[in-house]
Nanobody, 122 residues
């Protein structure tokens, strides 16, 4: 079992940066891939980034890959999402998730955090 808690969301102006953190509890965290998703009001949840259990493999969709970077520190049971050059359309609740890399990148992870709000003002 893995429990996930996000932090780092907030209000930022367009062009600014934020770093989200996701702290995991559970002894098996280091064996799970991690990921970030987001959901804007009235829209479906969207995959944003995924990272393999050892950090060697990462994947992000074209819409964010030049601006968002996912990383992890297994010693701290934490993974991160660095978001740069933020746009108003990045406004959403951001969720971290964990499971196998395939499940994360397919949008079907077993474990989810509660979400953190990111608001980008124009």
């Amino acid at each position: 079992q893995v429990q996930l808690v996000e932090s780092g969301g907030g209000l930022v102006q367009a062009g600014g940066s934020l770093r989200l953190s996701c702290v995991a509890s559970g002894r098996t965290f280091s064996s799970h891939a991690g990921g970030w998703f987001r959901q804007a009001p009235g829209q479906e949840r969207e995959f944003v980034a995924g990272i393999s259990w050892n950090g060697v493999s990462t994947y992000s969709p074209d819409s964010v890959k030049d601006r968002f970077t996912i990383s992890r520190d297994n010693a701290k049971n934490t993974f991160y999402l660095q978001m740069n050059s933020l746009k108003p359309e990045d406004t959403a609740v951001y969720y971290c998730a964990a499971d196998t890399f395939g499940a994360v990148t397919a949008g079907k992870p077993s474990y989810w955090g509660q979400g953190t709000q990111v608001t980008v003002s124009s």
